[in-house]
C-alpha cells in the first residue's frame, strides 16, 4: 500500500474516480467474513447468527440505533472478541486475535493519540511497531502527515490541534500501519458538520488512492450512503441485519450532486423507514 498512498499525494483529485469497487464482478474470498457468528457477553446474546462477507476494496457502512451491536461486531472483526458460535475469518484465516492488516479508527481521538507526543510521535508509534528504521521514519511521516491534510504540523502535540485535526492524525497513524482493512467506528461523530463532509471526502480519496477495504460503523445514515459501497442495518437484542441496501451511486461522490441525487434520496427514504421501525 506505500507505493499507492504516495501515488495518492499526487492523484488526490482524480482517485475518486478511479476506484471501481464492482460488487458483481466477486471475489472468491472475502476479506473479512462472519459465518453466523453469534457473541454472548455477560449471559447476554449482543450478536446472534450475523453472516457477512466484505469483498476486498469494498467500502461496507453499518448503521443502527444506539446499543444494537455496531462497535461489538467491529470489534469482532478486528480480533478483539472471539464469537460464542461461528467464525469470523480474514483473508480466509481465522481471527484469533487482532493484526497489523486490521487498523482501528475510533470516534473519540482525544483516547486513541498519546498527548504526550507530537504528530509526529504519533504516527511513528505505527512505524516503530511495524519495524521500520528510524532513519527511514522522517520522510514516511511527513508524507503521511501530507495525504491526510496536515503538512507542516508534525511538530504539534494533540491537544494543540482541533478534533478534525486530530481525528485526520489518528488516521494518518491508521495508515502508517498500512493496513489491509480500516475499520471505523463513528469517526466524525464528535466532529461539527463541515469539518465531517471534509473528513468524509478525504476518507474516500484515501481510499480509492489505497485499495484499503473499509467498515465504516455510523448512526448517520446519509453518511453511510454518501460513503458507502453497501449499507447494512442492524436490528437490536440481539444484534442481526435487518437491512442491506447497494449503493448504486456513481463515484466520485460529490457532497452537492450525490446528496440530491434520486438514488440517494431513494436510500435514504428506505434506511430511514428501517430505523424507525426497529425504534418501535
Ligand atoms: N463487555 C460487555 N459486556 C456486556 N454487555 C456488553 C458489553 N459490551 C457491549 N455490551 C452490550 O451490547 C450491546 C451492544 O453494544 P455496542 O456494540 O456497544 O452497541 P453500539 O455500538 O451499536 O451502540 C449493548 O446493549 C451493550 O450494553
Ligand atoms: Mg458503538
Redesign the pocket.
Known amino acids: 500500500m506505500k507505493a499507492q498512498v504516495k501515488a495518492q499525494v499526487k492523484a488526490q483529485g482524480t482517485a475518486n474516480a478511479q476506484r471501481q469497487f464492482d460488487p458483481v464482478a466477486g471475489h472468491p474470498t472475502p476479506q473479512v467474513a462472519f459465518a453466523d457468528v453469534t457473541l454472548d457477553?455477560?449471559g447476554?446474546t449482543?450478536i446472534e447468527n450475523l453472516s457477512l462477507g466484505v469483498q476486498p476494496a469494498e467500502f461496507l457502512c453499518i448503521v443502527?440505533a444506539?446499543?444494537?451491536?455496531?462497535?461489538?461486531a467491529l470489534r469482532l472483526a478486528a480480533g478483539l472478541y472471539q464469537p460464542t458460535r461461528g467464525k469470523v475469518t480474514f483473508d480466509g484465516q481465522p481471527m484469533r486475535e487482532p493484526r497489523r492488516e486490521i487498523a482501528i479508527v475510533f470516534q473519540d481521538y482525544g483516547k486513541a493519540l498519546l498527548p504526550w507526543r507530537t504528530a509526529a510521535g504519533n504516527v511513528s508509534l505505527a512505524l516503530e511497531a511495524g519495524g521500520m528504521p528510524a532513519a527511514e521514519r522522517p520522510a514516511r511521516i511527513e508524507e503521511l502527515l501530507r495525504t491526510v491534510g496536515l503538512p507542516g504540523h508534525a511538530g504539534k502535540y494533540p491537544a494543540e490541534m482541533s478534533g478534525g485535526m486530530q481525528q485526520r492524525l489518528q488516521i494518518a497513524r491508521c495508515l502508517a500501519q498500512e493496513p489491509k482493512t480500516l475499520l471505523m467506528d463513528e469517526p466524525f461523530g464528535a466532529l461539527d458538520a463541515m469539518t465531517r463532509q471534509g473528513l468524509q471526502d478525504e476518507v474516500l480519496s484515501l481510499v480509492a488512492a489505497s485499495g484499503v477495504t473499509v467498515i465504516f460503523v455510523t448512526h448517520d445514515l446519509d453518511e453511510a450512503i454518501y460513503l458507502g459501497d453497501r449499507v447494512i442495518g442492524l436490528l437490536p437484542h440481539p444484534?442481526r441485519i435487518g437491512i442491506e441496501l447497494p449503493v448504486n451511486l456513481p463515484r466520485p461522490r460529490d457532497q452537492l450532486s450525490t446528496r440530491e441525487h434520486p438514488e440517494f434520496l431513494r436510500l435514504r427514504r428506505q434506511l430511514f423507514d428501517f430505523i424507525k421501525a426497529t425504534e418501535q
Open positions: 457477553l455477560g447476554k449482543i443502527g444506539s446499543g444494537c451491536g455496531k462497535t461489538t444484534g
